[in-house]
């Protein structure tokens, strides 16, 4: 597939995008979402499907350690630059990456995590994209989804417009996407908590140890409500 150029480079958007996801309140999110959802042991493979300058990477390492291996796949040259830098800094030697769209990621071996962090709605085909994830996994691993969404209520009607601004202004996505319903409708044990009066979430689902392919659709969304 052809990468198409608005998408093939993200890293123009990556000040704003720190910006936003700077906020100290974002933190223990972001830590939930890599260490505690994902919940895999040292030695786990996991893959972070637009792992972007590989900001998650730290806190990936302090779970599946120095026998573990790291995946991360981008679309963006620069952010994969980025992240490329960050592990010759910190001298990873277990950390592999790959540039190309998700949907065509081919993986060396199953995983026992997948970890999508504020990428999930930022991909137009995030439906193929998320049935892809879940046939690399393997039986017994679990996705993990985080991100913002609008909160409920009122609340969430007064946010949206905001939302859209952000989306169109930073490295952020849709935000009428659920994820966690596509996620539901797939995985085991699904989970999610909400943070900062559910302007922020991470869910997480596990794929039965004995799974029979199922399909969530693939329709490329457009940017409206579900
Ligand atoms: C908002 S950034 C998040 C980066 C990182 N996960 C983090 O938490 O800092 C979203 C990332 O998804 C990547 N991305 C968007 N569409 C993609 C696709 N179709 N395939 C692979 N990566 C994609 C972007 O290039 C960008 O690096």
């Not at 900001?55 to 490329?84: C, K």
């Not at 990873?92 to 999930?120: H, K, Q």
């Not at 797939?186 to 943070?195: G, N, R, T």
């Not at 659709?217 to 940017?223: D, K």
Request: glycine share 10%.
């Amino acid at each position: 597939m052809t990468i198409p150029s608005s998408r093939s480079d993200t890293t123009g958007s990556l000040r704003s995008f720190r910006y936003l996801t700077g906020f100290s309140f974002s933190r223990p999110i972001c830590e939930t979402a890599r260490r505690c959802a994902l919940d895999v042991r040292p030695g786990a493979r996991v893959l972070e499907i637009g792992c972007g300058s590989g900001r998650n990477f730290p806190s990936l390492q302090r779970v599946v350690g120095p026998t573990g291996r790291i995946y991360g796949v981008d679309i963006s040259a620069g952010m994969l630059a980025r992240a490329r830098a960050r592990c010759k800094r910190e001298g990873w030697n277990n950390v592999e990456l790959t540039r190309c769209d998700a949907a065509e990621y081919m993986p060396p071996e199953p995983f026992d995590g997948i970890l999508f962090g504020l990428s999930y709605n930022t991909m137009p085909h995030h439906r193929v994209v998320l049935q892809h994830s879940w046939n690399i996994l393997r039986p017994g691993g679990r996705i993990v989804i985080m991100d913002g969404k609008a909160p409920p209520g009122r609340m969430g009607q007064i946010f949206l417009p905001f939302g859209v601004w952000l989306m169109r202004h930073t490295l952020l996505g849709n935000p009428f996407i659920k994820p966690w319903k596509h996620l539901a409708d797939l995985a085991q044990d699904f989970a999610m908590e909400e943070f900062v009066f559910g302007s922020w979430y991470v869910c997480w689902g596990s794929k039965p140890k004995c799974s029979a392919a199922s399909d969530i659709g693939g329709a490329r969304e457009q940017l409206a409500p579900e």
